[in-house]
């Protein structure tokens, strides 16, 4: 039965990251891919709650979030800053007894983990997931294996966003060029 069972996990898992990576190649525009990947992260560690920020200019910026009563409050948090600094995942276990003021969800968290997101060592954002029990082992290693994808389509849709700005935006005076207004003024007409 053992046996069964972990070829059946085996292959949920197989599927979940089958299904993530085709949902990160279809994207380059960054807010639907947040989005997008969060559901199907929390989904797939069967969080209750969690939000991806991208780090922009040395600031964390909140670019997806779900469930989280106030996502707004998340960027300013130490635990966010040390997860980046030290490029490890904090796990945040938080006793039942322990009630909070205000919390950011709408149920009280048991365990929240931290995931930085990095590129070759260049942060870009962090994950946030929350769940209101502890996150099984199956849930840490679907993230795990979801990790690099995530990574490598945040780059990607961040690179496409600074071509696409570059694209439009004269470099000498800072205001959209002939070409991106030919193009808007078509679109209007």
Known sequence: NRLVDALAASHRTNAAVLTFNEMLTSQLNLDVLTNQALLQ?????????????IEAEGEMHLSASHGIRSPEKIPGSDYLRRAVRSEQRQIIQLPEEVTLEGVLTDFRPREVIVDPISYKHIPLGVVVLANAHTFSEEAKNRLNL???????ALNN?????????????????GIYNRRFGLARLKEEF
């Open 157 to 173: 849709a961040l690179v496409h966003d600074r071509l696409q700005r570059l694209a439009a935006i004269d470099p000498l005076t």
């Open 41 to 53: 992260l929390i989904e797939n560690t069967n969080s209750s709650a969690g939000a991806i920020l």
């Open 146 to 152: 979801f990790h690099q994808g995530l990574s490598l």
